[in-house]
């Protein structure tokens, strides 16, 4: 599995500055790019949400019951259908069917998680709550095949197919 997170291309301990995060952004969109012109991946799983509901821990210790590889898994706050855009139009570019799991955490849930994190991986509470007012739930139109929504305990809550793939 290829592994695309910003906060990987942040350094450790990780250092954010808009500069920083502006090529951590980019540097993730060369991955996908590189991983589908090299025909790496057969699949691309967008998992989203906000910061702290659990999207890294998901990945690392539940995803077996949805992702199949070879795959790429996006791994980022992503919270509007805008955000999710760019990562969706270069796996269709590869005709790389795109999977949205979307971490639907409660903003309490996702705030407690991140005072919990340690003080160089917390993300400002303001951060977080600006992500909530701008969370979207995925939609088909984007270019999604099947859509998951997980509960912040890790445990799909819904599963649906896109019917025209």
Request: charged share 25%.
């Amino acid at each position: 599995m290829i592994y695309i997170n910003p906060d990987s291309f942040l350094g450790q301990p990780r250092i954010w500055s808009p500069e920083r995060s502006k090529a951590a952004w980019e540097q993730c969109y060369l991955q996908l790019s590189a991983a589908v012109t090299e025909k790496a991946i057969e699949r691309l799983y967008v998992v989203f949400g906000l910061q702290g509901a659990g999207k890294t821990h998901w990945i690392r210790t539940l995803s077996k019951t949805i992702i199949r590889e070879p795959a790429a898994v996006f791994d980022a706050a992503l919270p509007a259908a805008r955000h999710r855009a760019r990562a969706i139009e270069i796996a269709g570019s590869g005709n790389i069917p795109v999977f949205a799991i979307w971490m639907d955490t409660p903003l309490s849930v996702a705030l407690a998680r991140n005072a919990s994190r340690p003080e160089d991986e917390r993300v400002p509470r303001e951060a977080i709550e600006s992500v909530a007012e701008l969370l979207e739930a995925p939609t088909f139109q984007e270019g999604f095949s099947e859509i998951y929504s997980i509960d912040s305990r890790g445990d799909i809550l819904s599963h649906a197919r896109d019917s025209l793939t």
